[in-house]
């Protein structure tokens, strides 16, 4: 019988906004980033955690973006998996 793989799941949260669609992480497994710390592009960090062995499961548009509003803002919600280490 095939071991089973137990999953460690992680999360953090992005957003959009401006006339550019600047896109910065504002929350990492639930904890905020301050205000003076350097934003973070959601798509470095995919790809630092890539690195580290987690896989993209899905991204949530907790609060997609309108095209239509004066300042564009929307929210996502990535989350990602990676096999547990250590059981």
Same mark, same amino acid.
Request: glycine residues 10%.
């Given at each position: 019988?095939?071991?089973?793989?137990?999953?460690?799941?992680?999360?953090?949260?992005?957003?959009?906004?401006?006339?550019?669609?600047?896109?910065?992480? *504002?929350?990492?497994? *639930?904890? &905020?980033?301050?205000?003076?710390?350097?934003?973070? @592009?959601?798509?470095? %960090? %995919?790809?630092?955690?890539? @690195?580290?062995?987690?896989? %993209?499961?899905?991204?949530?548009? %907790?609060?997609?973006?309108?095209?239509?509003?004066? &300042?564009?803002?929307?929210?996502?919600?990535?989350?990602?998996?990676?096999?547990?280490?250590?059981?």
């Amino acid at each position: 019988m095939a071991e089973r793989v137990q999953w460690e799941y992680g999360q953090f949260l992005a957003s959009v906004s401006g006339s550019t669609m600047e896109r910065s992480v *504002g929350a990492i497994n *639930g904890q &905020m980033l301050g205000s003076s710390e350097e934003a973070i @592009d959601p798509f470095v %960090l %995919l790809n630092q955690m890539g @690195d580290e062995g987690w896989e %993209l499961v899905s991204i949530h548009a %907790l609060m997609p973006p309108s095209p239509n509003a004066a &300042m564009p803002f929307g929210l996502f919600e990535y989350v990602l998996k990676r096999p547990r280490s250590g059981i």
